[in-house]
């Protein structure tokens, strides 16, 4: 069964910024893209790292590793060498706090 946690508050996350937290032994990285927040995997699909070190371009983080592009709203790999889609959480925002969604 799912719930919505809260992982931070919308100041912590400025526009064009991302921060990664860990719920449920799960690696999640949150990303404001334009004051929408969109929360993805904080693991790249191709050889496992942390993407929280890469870069926020508009709606797509890239890996730190060997430069996979990822979009945050949806996941979908966008350049190589990744070809697995990372895994996206639903995200709501109520009170300045932000939630995800988590098993
Ligand atoms: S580990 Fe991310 S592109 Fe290789």
């Known amino acids: 069964m799912s719930d919505f946690v809260k992982v931070a508050t919308i100041s912590e996350i400025p526009p064009r910024s991302m921060k990664s937290f860990e719920v449920n032994y799960t690696r999640v990285l949150v990303c404001n893209v334009r004051g929408h ?26 890996c730190p590793r060997h430069g996979a592009r990822f979009s945050v709203v949806d996941g979908s790999v966008l350049g190589p060498p990744a070809i697995v889609p990372i895994d996206t959480f639903n995200t709501k925002i109520e009170n300045d706090n932000i939630y995800i969604e988590v098993d």
């Not at 904080?42 to 983080?61: F, M, R």
């Open 37 to 62: 927040f969109y929360t993805v995997a904080d693991e790249c699909s191709h050889d496992s790292a942390p993407i929280t070190d890469g870069k926020l371009e508009n709606d797509q983080v890239v």
